[in-house]
């Protein structure tokens, strides 16, 4: 053996010239403990069904929000194609009833003042859209 070259089991840093086991981050003899990979699949599956579990949860809300604006348009189209002979006042609240032939026809009179096929009643807000009125 060389005069500059360390037995195997000898831990040398050849740059800093020193011995430098005591520094490693990892065992350096056979005595050492074992290095052993984590076992994180137990991590990795909790968070795939939480991640799932909120991916579903915002699908869930936008699907609300999604049908609850088709609803909107629904009403929004039924109202725009009924028969009126009037210009509805944008914050007004009208009444949407059917005639005897069920075409839709708008009306300005409530359902209590009268006994016609009453639909919904709608309110005309600031951006021309109609909110059926729940009641």
Same mark, same amino acid.
């Not at 060389?2 to 981050?25: G, I, M, R, T």
């Not at 309110?123 to 009125?133: A, V």
């Given at each position: ?15 800093? &010239?020193?011995?430098? /086991? ?36 915002? *699908? ?5 929000? *999604?049908?609850?604006?088709? &609803?909107?348009?629904? *009403? ?5 194609? /009924? ?44 951006? &021309? ?7």
């Amino acid at each position: 053996m060389s005069q500059d070259k360390k037995p195997d089991q000898v831990v040398f840093n050849e740059v800093s &010239q020193n011995y430098d /086991a005591a520094l490693k981050p990892y065992g350096t003899n056979v005595g050492a403990p074992a290095i052993k990979i984590t076992d994180n699949t137990t991590w990795k599956n909790k968070n795939i069904y939480k991640a799932n579990k909120q991916i579903q949860a915002k *699908y869930l809300e936008l699907k609300a929000e *999604y049908d609850k604006m088709m &609803q909107e348009l629904e *009403y929004n189209n039924l109202v725009y194609s /009924a028969r009126y002979s009037f210009e509805p006042i944008i914050g007004d609240t009208y009444h949407l009833y059917r005639d005897k032939n069920s075409d839709p026809f708008l009306s300005i009179i409530s359902p209590n003042e009268c006994n016609f096929d009453h639909v919904g009643s709608f309110y005309l807000n600031s951006e &021309q859209l109609w909110k059926k009125i729940e009641e």
